[in-house]
């Protein structure tokens, strides 16, 4: 019975650890889609944001002369 109970613990905690394994890499994989969609959002937002001003300039300076 001992040796029947040991065999079976054995068998549960390769299980354990091989769930472990595999919610280890999908956490890993959740944690890079997020860094990459924020990554993915923000570098366009500064990009943005340093060009704004020569957006506007030149379409100031196009539509002036019909204001």
Do not use: C, H, R
Request: hydrophobic share 55%; charged share 20%; proline share 3%.
């Amino acid at each position: 019975m001992d040796e029947q109970l040991y065999k079976k613990i054995e068998e549960l905690e390769l299980k354990v650890n091989e769930i472990y394994k595999i919610t280890n890499a999908a956490k890993k994989m959740f944690l890079w889609s997020v860094v990459l969609s924020v990554l993915l959002f923000v570098i366009p937002l500064i990009i943005l944001i340093i060009a704004w001003p020569t957006i506007i300039a030149t379409f100031s300076g196009a539509y002036s002369g019909l204001l």
